[in-house]
């Protein structure tokens, strides 16, 4: 139930292709993407901003969500009252 509650914080921004992207092309965009978190200049632009940068791979973004797909709907429904009671900051 967490790792569901923790969703929309997991992938607050997730970066996606559009259907049928060959698997080396997309492999390729997954490499340039977490390369990229370790560019000396994007991490100095993201701190100076203020901005919180903690990426996950293509592939545990993948694992994530094929959990997320096989939870039962018991969880969900447990999910949306606990949201429910809590509206408002209650």
Do not use: C, H
């Not at 039962?72 to 999910?79: A, I, K």
Request: proline fraction near 10%.
């Amino acid at each position: 139930m967490i790792e569901l509650a923790s969703l929309p914080w997991t992938l607050s921004r997730p970066v996606a292709a559009p259907p049928g992207v060959p698997e080396d092309r997309a492999k390729a965009l997954r490499d340039a993407f977490m390369a990229m978190q370790g560019d000396p200049e994007y991490v100095a632009e993201s701190e100076r901003l203020g901005l919180d940068v903690s990426p996950i791979s293509g592939e545990q973004e993948d694992a994530l969500l094929d959990r997320i797909s096989k939870a039962p709907p018991e969880l969900f429904d447990t999910l949306r009252r606990l949201q429910a009671a809590n509206k408002g900051g209650g």
